[in-house]
Nanobody, 125 residues
């Protein structure tokens, strides 16, 4: 069964940093684009960042572009989200996702083929 498993969430003070990891269970993910979405309480799920299979191209939402960075390790079939200068409004459940291409993930979550179960990030003020 295909799985994406997130880790690294937790509680952090505003201005702090967290690094999320997502481990994929299948070798096929080496050729997939990978990304992160988030959903805050009472809000719609939104795109955060995505990276293509080679790691040579990535997309980030405007709200996190200057603070978050996405990377991947295809040897370990993992994708990471480094989150710096966290703000209370970054509080959400963060979901790992896999899709055909990073641009598709950027434009719509309908292009996601697989979702992780999510990891909670809470930023206190």
């Amino acid at each position: 069964q295909v799985q994406l498993v997130e880790s690294g969430g937790g509680l952090v003070q505003a201005g702090g940093s967290l690094r999320l990891s997502c481990a994929a269970s299948e070798r096929t993910f080496r050729s997939d684009a990978m990304g992160w979405f988030r959903q805050a309480p009472g809000k719609e799920r939104e795109f955060v960042a995505a990276i293509n299979w080679s790691g040579g191209s990535s997309y980030s939402s405007d709200s996190v572009k200057a603070r978050f960075s996405i990377s991947r390790d295809n040897a370990q079939i993992k994708v990471y989200l480094q989150m710096n200068r966290l703000k209370p409004e970054d509080t959400a459940v963060y979901y790992c996702a896999a899709g055909r291409d990073a641009e598709g993930l950027y434009y719509s979550d309908s292009t996601v083929r697989y979702w992780g179960r999510g990891t909670q990030v809470t930023v206190s003020s």
